[in-house]
């Protein structure tokens, strides 16, 4: 079983729809928690970073981390076109340098 | 400065060659990581250098992998007698000692093996 869980998809919704997207992890020493965004043969974007447990929202963005159900989410408000990549969740432990990452679930947002 | 660099976009190689890849961080970062990304699946940690110093190395660097950071600003990642497995994105990111809210990474270098 592999320490972050995150469903690849494919996603697809209308422009201006609510998305969620989702990790699950095994590891409890997990205390960083990062969504990236990716778009096609370009590195990983830093999007949203949380410590431990809470929210974070950031413009159309918001990221959720529930420790007790080692559960971590991203949700986007009024999805446009070009939001449309794939979103890899990352987590670290306190100490560890190495991120470990989600599979990624590629994003449609259809016009 | 520009973000994270890495040099080539795009390498093809055939089976048994070596390859190197280059990576020039961010200049004030002194921390420098690797990771691969194969096609749909999230990357996964190599290495990390401090300043020159590599502290960390994951199994999955075998020893037809080596990285360097030799003055502790660009850093080299070297496979050889390369295999099809090799085939991948090989990413490298950098950031602060003392940052913890993740790191920027750059566009990567994307092998095939063929």
């Not at chain 2, 890495?6 to 390498?11: A, G, V």
């Not at chain 2, 089976?15 to 096609?39: A, K, M």
Request: with cysteine; glycine share 8%.
């Amino acid at each position: 079983q592999k320490e972050v869980e995150q469903d690849p998809g494919p996603l697809s919704v209308p422009e201006g729809a609510i998305v969620s997207l989702n990790c699950t992890y095994s590891n409890s020493a997990f205390q960083y928690f990062m969504w990236y965004r990716q778009y096609s043969r370009k590195g990983p974007e830093l999007l949203m970073y949380t410590y431990s447990s809470g929210n974070k929202e950031d413009g159309r963005f918001t990221a959720q981390v529930d420790k007790s159900s080692k559960y971590i989410s991203l949700f986007i408000r009024d999805s446009q076109p070009s939001d449309s990549a794939t979103y890899l969740c990352a987590m670290s432990a306190t100490g560890a340098q190495k991120l470990v990452f989600g599979q990624g679930t590629r994003l449609t947002i259809n016009p | 400065d520009t973000g994270v660099s890495q040099d080539p976009r795009h390498k093809i190689t055939k089976r048994g060659q070596n390859v190197t890849f280059r990576c020039d961080p961010i200049s004030e970062h002194n921390r420098l990581y690797w990771y691969r990304q194969t096609l749909g699946q999230g990357p996964e940690f190599l290495t990390y250098f401090q300043n020159e110093a590599q502290l960390e190395k994951s199994r999955l660097l075998s020893d037809r992998f080596s990285a360097e950071r030799p003055k502790g600003s660009f850093s080299t990642l070297e496979i050889q007698r390369t295999e099809q497995g090799d085939s991948a994105m090989y990413l490298c990111a950098s950031s602060l000692e003392s940052q913890t809210d993740g790191y920027t990474f750059g566009s990567g270098t994307r092998l095939t093996v063929v």
